[in-house]
């Protein structure tokens, strides 16, 4: 099993930046993606950002050019760095990896942590 720790959440004014990240534990060696998702308030959850072993990350239309991920794979943390922050990205963002146990597939969820852009 990997778990999930999120944290850099936070309250920023619009125009400002927040990186969170999000550490990993357990069985880290069988991620194969790797994502940010987002639940803005009254919403459904949608993909923010995601990236496969050894792919080019994709970005929601939304956020090209203002976010961005990355991985350290010697410290089993991903990060998510947003600029250019916008009343719209008020959201709690989940971190979310997926990896095989043999040939099945599970996924995690970080706890989530909010991220509040007051318009």
């Known amino acids: 099993q990997v778990q999930l720790v999120e944290s850099g959440g936070g309250l920023v004014q619009a125009w400002g930046s927040l990186r969170l990240a999000c550490a990993a534990s357990g069985s880290t060696f069988s991620i194969n993606t790797m994502g940010w998702y987002r639940q803005p308030p009254g919403k459904k959850r949608e993909l923010v950002a995601a990236i496969s072993s050894g792919g080019s990350p994709d970005y929601a239309d939304t956020v090209k050019g203002r976010f961005t991920i990355s991985i350290d794979n010697a410290k089993n943390t991903m990060y998510l760095q947003m600029n250019s922050l916008n009343p719209e990205d008020t959201a709690v963002y989940y971190c979310?990896?997926?990896?095989?146990?043999?040939?099945?597939?599970?996924?995690?969820w970080g706890q989530g942590t909010q991220v509040t852009v007051p318009s």
């Open positions: 979310n990896v997926g990896y095989l146990v043999g040939l099945r597939r599970y996924a995690s």
